[in-house]
Structures are given as C-alpha cells and as structure tokens.
C-alpha cells in the first residue's frame, strides 16, 4: 500500500494510540542533568529501547495488523526488515493469532534474527546489496495470499510511529525541538505529524548516519535521491532512497537533517551506556550522538529525543563500543 498523497493526520495518530493501548508499552522518559549541561537544553529522552520487542517499531506493526479483516489474518502476513520492524511484525502477528514470514539480509544482527524466528515467524534471507527485498516479499505474498506490512511505507504503520512522540508530549508538554532518526523516514513522518500538529512551532530534526544521507540528499534535491546501499554500523538506517510517502510527508515536516559519523554513534553509546545507564543499538544513539557532537546546532529551551531502539546482543556492543567494527 504505497502512495504519495500525504495522509496523515494528528487524529491518526490518536486512533493508533488508543488501538496499541495496552499490546505497545507506554515508555519512560529520563532526564539527565550532565546531558543537558552537555547540550545546553532541557533533554528529555524517550526511551524505546524500553518498547516490547527492543525499539518503537512495535507501534506500527500493530496499528496496521490490528486492521487487517479476519480473512487477511487467517491467510497470514509478509514484511521486510533488517531486524526491528521484522521482530515488530513477528509479535503483532503472534498477538493477532496469524503467522508472518519475514524477508531479512543474510547479514542482519543475529539477535535480531533469533529474536525474529523466536516470536514464531518464518525467515526468507536475501543479500542487502544485490537483492531486491521489497520484490522479494511481494512475490513470497502473491505466491501464498499474503498481506504485506511495510517498514515505513504505510500510513497506519506511520501513524503508530508517531504515537512515540505524542506520549512524549503528552508526558513533558511543548518542546522546542524533537530529534529522531531517521531511516526510511516512517518514525520521523509520524513524530513530526504528532509534535506540529499539537505545535507548530516545534523544530524536527532527523538524524541519519553520514554514510546513509538519502534523506538528507532528496530533500535538498527536492526529489528522491538514491545512493548506493551504506555501509554502517546503524543498520537500521542503512537505506539507499526515502519512501514515496514517508518523502512527501518529510518534505513539508522537517525542519533539518544532520548526520554523524560511525565513531560519533559509537561514542554515544558509550554514553548512554556509563552515564544514563541504559543500552543502545547504533541507530537509537543516532540522536544522542547529534546533541553529543553538537551537530543538531544550537537548540535551546526544551528538547525532546527519540531513543529508537536497544536490539544489539552484548559481543556486537562491546566490539562497537571498544572501538571495533
């Protein structure tokens, strides 16, 4: 289901907030007064590293399941994902009562491939930089009846990102700046619908890893833009082209994009780890590695963050964060 109308709303995030409401966790938000003196603003950090199944894509996944007819449920459901939304989708099928069969890279972390195939799902690999993953999964759905949900190009799976960024609004009040990742762009789409929608005002920043700067690319372009397949350690956000919708929503929603460096995601973890006590996979630190470095620019008065995830097994985490590969 792709289009390039721009089709989502404040109240659609509404409605997937009350429809995730107790299947998606409602996730804390921590402060940290050395981060804020670091980044000379009030910082609040929305931690969906918390979230079941590791990082916020559990919110759209279930949105769009949730609205499946009986008949599509009982036939199954397809994604494709390199790890998060793939576990997402894992769990809201399993929490539906239907199956999923899940297209992910060969090199996809194996944690979140055992985390995938743990919740119950079929896993169909392919290699990231000769394979067509979205082909693949609509040929696997035609073959077998299958309902495909999408990553980030899906205005419910949009709107049930953005419900990360109304409770966080909901929780600290109006912000001055929300930050985000940004990979396909459906997190970012959906906060920036939620935040603007509540206050205008309010700067989107999304964050992409400098060797995936698609996003960043096409915006300045004004058209979508593809680079080569990147190569990072943020494999959340190694895309190659933003989404036809998730582009035409990004385009009117963000006010900027930045980008950091693998050895600045790297040291963000490493920060959140020793000083706020929590764990983060490469493309959750994303945000926190623009406000480290500085490269979100100079963002006084109230900020909130979008920590996106925590799906990293302890052997990778310690190889990135001792400064391995």
Known sequence: MTTTTPSVTLDDVRDAAARIEGVAHRTPVLRSRTLDALAGAEIHLKCENFQRAGAFKIRGAYNAASRLTP?????????????????????AARELGTTAVIVMPEDAPPSKRTATAGYGAEIVTYDRYTGDRV???????????????????????????????????????????????????????????AVKGLH??????????????????????????????PHTIADGQALHTPGELTFSLNRRLLDDVVLVSDDEIRDAMR??????????????????????????????????VILSGGNIDADRFTALCGGGA
């Open 135 to 193: 082909a693949l999964a609509e040929a696997l759905a035609a073959e077998r009846g299958l309902t495909v949900i999408p990553p980030y190009e899906h205005p419910h799976v949009i709107a049930g990102q953005g419900t990360s960024a109304l409770e966080l609004v909901e929780e600290v009040g109006e912000l001055d700046a929300l930050l985000a990742p940004v990979g396909g762009g459906g997190l970012i789409a959906g906060s920036g619908t």
């Open 200 to 229: 205008p005002s309010t700067r989107v920043i999304g964050v992409e890893p400098e060797a995936g700067d698609d996003t960043r690319r096409s915006l300045r372009a004004g058209r979508r833009v593809s680079i080569p397949v």
């Open 271 to 304: 920060f959140a780890f020793e000083r706020l006590k929590i764990v983060l996979e490469p493309s959750g630190a994303t945000p926190l590695a623009a406000l480290l470095t500085g490269r979100a620019g100079r963002l006084p008065g109230r900020v909130g």
């Open 71 to 91: 008949e599509q449920l009982s036939r199954g459901i397809a994604a494709y994902s390199s790890g998060n939304h793939a576990q997402a989708v894992a769990l």
